[in-house]
Nanobody, 126 residues
Framework: QVQLAESGGGSVQTGGSLRLSCEVSKASGYAEDLYCMGWFRQAPGREREGVASLGNDGGTRYADSVKGRFTISQDNAKNTLYLQINSLTPGDTAMYYC?????????????????WGQGTQVTVSS
């Protein structure tokens, strides 16, 4: 019903920036009055963690580790979700995923998100 496709990842040096994109496709007739879009990341050997979320009510939330460096936004005309990531450090190296869930955003609980993209890799070198 909802398909997500990330792009924009790459290899950058410390201090660099990237803008990740997530194209959102919804099946004809699929509608949710309230939903949440999120960005998660997962580094090798670590659990998947939420970094940012955006509700269709406009509310945003960020993980403490990325506040002031990451910005989540969306372009409804293009059906695309973005994550601008600045001041990158090697600690940001991970596979980044966008995800969708019906309802309020709430906490960053991956299990509550119902649809996921395939991910885009971000690698930061020192």
């Amino acid at each position: 019903q909802v398909q997500l496709a990330e792009s924009g990842g790459g290899s950058v040096q410390t201090g660099g920036s990237l803008r990740l994109s997530c194209e959102v496709s919804k099946a004809s007739g699929y509608a949710e009055d309230l939903y949440c879009m999120g960005w998660f990341r997962q580094a090798p050997g670590r659990e998947r963690e939420g970094v940012a979320s955006l509700g269709n009510d406009g509310g945003t939330r960020y993980a403490d580790s990325v506040k002031g460096r990451f910005t989540i936004s969306q372009d409804n005309a293009k059906n695309t979700l973005y994550l601008q990531i600045n001041s990158l450090t090697p600690g940001d190296t991970a596979m980044y995923y966008c995800a969708f869930k019906p309802g309020f955003c709430g906490t960053f609980s991956p299990g509550r998100y119902t649809h996921w993209g395939q991910g885009t890799q971000v690698t930061v070198s020192s």
